[in-house]
């Protein structure tokens, strides 16, 4: 099993940044494919970005690329969101999730490919 909590959720005005923490345990971390994804009030759970396993591909929705950036460091089992040029059309509760990997090493796109999910954390962003 694969515990996923994230962090660094918070209300910001329009033009804000915020940096979304994802920290996980329980299995390898450099075996997790890790993705992020949000929800609106409403909507569906949607796609935001995604990073492979050694961190070296990464892959957005159009919607945020140019403004958020995905990393993480596989010393400290965290990945990062990092979200700049904040708009109220991100305001959503912000999930992680992690697809267990045992050989393969590519971005994981597809909501019902991850295993593991987060609790979410809360962005709202103001006009």
């Known amino acids: 099993q694969v515990q996923l909590v994230e962090s660094g959720g918070g209300l910001v005005q329009a033009g804000d940044s915020l940096r979304l923490s994802c920290a996980a345990s329980?299995?390898?971390?450099?075996?997790?494919?890790m993705g992020w994804f949000r929800q609106a009030p409403g909507k569906e759970r949607e796609f935001v970005a995604a990073?492979?396993?050694?961190?070296?591909?990464?892959y957005y929705a159009d919607s945020v690329k140019g403004r958020f950036t995905i990393f993480r460091d596989n010393a400290k089992n965290t990945m990062y969101l990092q979200m700049n040029s904040l708009s109220p059309e991100d305001t959503a509760v912000y999930y992680c999730?992690?697809?267990?990997?045992?050989?393969?090493?590519?971005?994981?796109?597809?909501?019902?490919?991850?295993?593991?999910w987060g609790q979410g954390t809360q962005v709202a962003v103001s006009s």
């Open positions: 999730a992690a697809d267990y990997l045992t050989f393969s090493d590519h971005v994981v796109t597809r909501r019902n490919e991850y295993d593991y």
């Open positions: 990073i492979n396993r050694s961190g070296g591909s990464r």
């Open positions: 329980g299995r390898p971390f450099n075996n997790l494919a």
